[in-house]
């Protein structure tokens, strides 16, 4: 039967009804597709990937990421929603409230799960300040610690986030969700370690490495110029080319029994006192 659309005016000008039908089983085919994108390998192979959440869809909307098929349940939308995007998407697929509880890993997301198109990130489209801050992240392994530290880059306002030698996919469902979609808001870069030195060696940015042998507090160095705070993996830290090649090293001291914070809460610690830093400077 033909899908009805009972919606306030404002708000069902920007659901138009182009498709033929409500789906009500999670078996679908169409669906089961769009699942797989769940999957690492068919992320890769098809360019495709999923964005749940009113939030995250609208920064990646304003991001210019280009959408290939919206799934919605349209009682589950707040009436309040920007939909804009709407009426650009060609794939249209509205399911029953019980069928996207099923779709959804999270709740509260709002009725919405997208289907867009990945970005390249490269390097060279990074356009930075003329003063510029940096987080760079050498093989981080756990998608929430990459969204975490991005959310975190998106609250400080640095230049970019550039990701070494990456050991999970940075549009993993977990990276999206944890970042709160942050991912779309700062500028993302993936290289390998020698391929962002050079980057940064040629235009002029400091690199300061974190570093658990380095014998100076971090607040103790200057980040007032353009710098790159260089982070390691969540087991082992930096490996020897970040922290041998790096214009200094940092450490942030422990006063308990670890030796170590959390990838992301190290990068929250060292990005925040640059920009304290640079905020006295101004002063």
Not at 13 to 29: E, R
Not at 75 to 85: G, N, S, T, Y
Request: charged fraction near 25%; glycine fraction near 6%.
């Amino acid at each position: 039967m033909d899908a009805v659309l009972d919606l306030e005016p404002d708000f069902s000008a920007s659901l138009q009804p182009d498709y033929d039908m409500i789906i009500s089983s999670i078996k679908n085919p169409r669906l089961k597709s769009i699942l797989d994108l769940e999957k690492p390998r068919n992320r890769r192979s098809s360019g495709l990937f999923l964005i749940e959440g009113v939030k995250e869809i609208g920064h990646a909307a304003a991001a210019g990421y280009e959408f290939k098929a919206i799934v919605f349940s349209k009682d589950l939308i707040p009436q309040d929603v920007e939909l804009a995007f709407f009426n650009q998407v060609d794939e249209k697929i509205e399911v029953t409230q019980d069928v996207f509880s099923k779709l959804a890993i999270r709740e509260n997301s709002g009725g919405m799960l997208v289907v867009a198109k990945m970005k390249m990130h490269q390097l060279s489209d990074i356009r930075i300040s003329k003063n510029p801050l940096l987080l760079v992240l050498e093989s981080v392994e756990k998608p929430g610690n990459l969204g975490a530290v991005l959310r975190t880059a998106d609250g400080a306002g640095v230049d970019a986030v550039i990701v070494c030698d990456p050991q999970t996919d940075p549009y993993n469902q977990n990276v999206v969700r944890s970042s709160l979609g942050c991912i779309f808001t700062v500028p993302l870069a993936l290289a390998s370690s020698q391929e962002a030195m050079e980057w940064l060696r040629k235009n002029k940015i400091r690199v300061v490495a974190t570093h658990l042998e380095s014998s100076s507090p971090y607040y103790l160095e200057d980040y007032t110029t353009g710098t790159a705070l260089i982070l390691g993996t969540e087991a082992t830290g930096l490996t020897e080319f970040w922290w041998q090649g790096a214009d200094a090293r940092v450490i942030i001291p422990m006063k308990g029994n670890n030796d170590s914070l959390n990838v992301s809460n190290a990068a929250a610690v060292v990005v925040y006192e640059a920009v304290r830093q640079r905020a006295m400077k101004k002063n």
